[in-house]
């Protein structure tokens, strides 16, 4: 499920880029910190939000680096394709539960009753 970055896709990161991520940094902290409070606080809108600024401004996003699409459509194949009143234990990547790849929808729609754990 894991796709190789290209070298087009590293040398496509200029010094604008960078220059932001450096602001970002000054602005908000540690930028992975910062996504773990987020996370740890279910903020799920802001992470996919900052996400798309971030590669908006010309940087990868995690799911740069995975096959989304077949990773959220073989997810939700076997947990939906369970057997009523089995649980599961899933962890994903948080590009899978936000933003333009969260399947927790799709999975409720499959009768699958989604619980976050604290």
Not at 5 to 20: F, H, Q, R, W
Not at 31 to 46: H, M, N, P, Q, T
Not at 65 to 75: G, I, P, V
Not at 87 to 100: D, Q
């Amino acid at each position: 499920m894991q796709k190789p970055p290209t070298l087009e896709k590293v040398n496509s990161v200029g010094p604008d880029a960078i220059t932001y991520l450096l602001d970002l940094r000054r602005r908000i902290g540690p930028i992975g910190a910062y996504v773990d409070e987020l996370y740890k606080a279910r903020k799920s809108a802001e992470i996919a939000s900052l996400g798309e600024e971030i590669a908006a401004k010309g940087n990868f996003t995690p799911t740069d680096f995975m096959d989304a699409d077949r990773l959220r459509a073989l997810s939700v194949e076997r947990i939906a394709n369970l057997p009523a009143g089995t649980n599961a234990f899933v962890i994903l990547p948080i590009g899978l539960l936000s933003g333009p790849y969260s399947f927790l929808a799709e999975l409720r729609s499959h009768g699958a009753e989604v619980t976050a754990i604290n």
